[in-house]
């Protein structure tokens, strides 16, 4: 049973345009959807992340838009560079209990130059 | 350096054999988190400590996985009899619990392959 369903599972974008990752959610008690950004080699690093209380958030050239109604949220990236290539996962979580993470399965993003 | 530290890197075993992986968390967490990463797929869950008490246990983590973190500091994760199902990134992760919603800091994870 797959809590969080991500797409598209990879993503070629331009240097300079907009790249645009979808995820939604089964669970209804998840308040808090971070979005980590992994490079091969490395463990997952916080890269931007959001309540339900807000419908967007916005830092620097990411912004994650959440709709709450539709059980949706989603990470845009502004002005992708080729740095920004990696594999970004979504995840959720409940702020009851463990509080542990459940992930998408991953989007791997490259920013041609 | 005071990111989540975890050793060895890489491990690599033969089927059967018993493999233990060390994670060194950031000095003032509290809660240390183990997740295991296989190609292609997002981290899953395994297990969670907050301080030296272990909390919460996935069903993906069999009774070969035994997982401690004495004194509530540095925590290891034994795997006994490997097999090659086992073969995976092995991340560990930590927070320290300040009100909802923590943020978790991964470590770079160990990489066993069993053979």
């Known amino acids: 049973q797959q809590q969080v369903k991500q797409s598209p599972q990879s993503l070629i974008v331009q240097k300079g345009g907009i790249s645009i990752i979808n995820c939604a959610y089964e669970n209804t008690a998840f308040d808090y959807f971070p979005w980590y950004q992994q490079f091969p080699g490395k463990g997952p690093a916080l890269l931007i992340a959001i309540r339900p209380d807000v419908s967007e958030k916005k830092e620097g050239r990411f912004t994650i838009s959440f709709n709450k109604s539709a059980k949706q949220f989603s990470l845009h990236i502004m002005d992708s560079q080729p740095g920004d290539s990696a594999t970004y996962f979504c995840a959720a979580s409940m702020s009851t209990g463990s509080e542990k993470l459940v992930f998408g399965k991953g989007t791997k993003l490259t920013v041609n130059p | ?115």
């Open chain 2, 1 to 115: 350096d005071t990111g989540v530290s975890q050793d060895p890197r890489h491990k690599i075993t033969k089927r059967g054999q018993n493999v233990t992986f060390r994670c060194d968390p950031i000095s003032e967490h509290n809660r240390l988190y183990w997740y295991r990463q296989t190609l292609g797929q997002g981290p899953e869950f395994l297990t969670y400590f907050q301080n030296e008490a272990q909390l919460e246990k996935s069903r993906l983590l069999s009774d070969r996985f035994s997982a401690e973190r004495p004194k509530g500091s540095f925590s290891t994760l034994e795997i006994q009899r490997t097999e090659q199902g086992d073969s995976a990134m092995y991340l560990c992760a930590s927070s320290y619990l300040q009100g909802p919603n923590e943020k978790l800091f991964f470590g770079s994870g160990t990489q066993l392959s069993v053979l």
